[in-house]
């Protein structure tokens, strides 16, 4: 029939017209474009669910190192602690994949130890990394001390710094050294900030987390710190009277007193061999 309806048409002469020829070019190519269009369509709806998998995956990773790092820092998991995979996991509450890569992490940044089928272990803190680090904050901060002194009475932040003392003062009467140690530390990053130094402020970042793990271990181990506050009530003087040099050298002294006592600490009992 296809063969005898051919040799008609071509017999009378009846041919596609060139308009028709087109008008049919068209449709199949608005059908090709068609199809072409609707190709992404069916492939993206594929991608979400794996991209979303790795993103939770990844969530859960970054969760899991910013929590058991926390936990390191604030000695919630203390120099020789041992922690299994399985642990950690049913810890955070999520599964061992995102735990096993936490602990990589921390590995690489010196927090913790590796242990093949048996999780991580805290190491212990370094006197010597201490002494080293303390030598950088002491200079940086007194740095601060004195930007903080010379600049206009209004950029001083004493507002600021007097509530953290206060803070720190009402926390030592109670016998909370924790909130102590959460004033203080307020104090000092307020130092920081009131400076308006970037890269100052960059720097003692960088080294600030090791410091407050030290601080954290040796908190019931030190002597009661009323000089430390003594210290702080004559730097904030020394910043109202505007005097950068002796807020300078107040600071740097304070500095260096507390980084010594923390340090011999850490070697009297034995925090660096655990």
Not at 223 to 230: A, D, N, R, V, W
């Amino acid at each position: 029939m296809i063969v005898r309806s051919h040799s008609v048409r071509a017999e009378t002469g009846i041919l596609p017209r060139v308009s028709d020829r087109r008008n049919q070019g068209a449709r199949d190519t608005r059908g090709r474009k068609s199809q072409v269009e609707s190709e992404p369509v069916r492939k993206s709806t594929a991608k979400p669910a794996g991209g979303a998998a790795k993103a939770d995956s990844s969530t859960q990773t970054d969760h899991a190192y910013r929590v058991l790092k926390q936990m390191i820092l604030d000695n919630q998991l203390s120099p020789g602690t041992h922690l299994l995979e399985l642990e950690a996991a049913n810890l955070l509450g999520v599964s061992r994949t995102p735990v096993r890569e936490a602990m990589v992490r921390l590995d690489q940044e010196g927090l913790i130890a590796l242990r093949a089928r048996h999780g991580m272990r805290v190491l212990p803190i370094s006197p010597e990394d201490m002494e080293e680090i303390y030598q950088i904050l002491t200079a940086l901060e007194a740095a601060a001390a004195e930007i903080v002194a010379s600049k206009p009475p209004v950029e001083r932040g004493l507002d600021l710094l007097n509530r953290a003392i206060r803070d720190m003062t009402k926390a030592l009467d109670a016998g909370a050294l924790e909130k102590w140690a959460e004033a203080d530390e307020r104090f000092h990053k307020l130092l920081i900030e009131l400076a308006g130094n970037k890269r100052l402020a960059a720097s003692v970042n960088l080294h600030w987390e090791q410091a407050h793990r030290a601080r954290m271990v040796t908190l019931r181990l030190r002597p009661k710190p009323t000089s430390s506050m003594l210290d702080h009530k004559a730097l904030v003087a020394a910043i109202e009277e505007g005097k950068p040099s002796a807020a300078r050298r107040i600071h740097r002294e304070h500095r260096r007193r507390s980084g010594k006592m923390l340090i011999a600490l850490l070697r009297k009992y034995g925090l660096s061999s655990i």
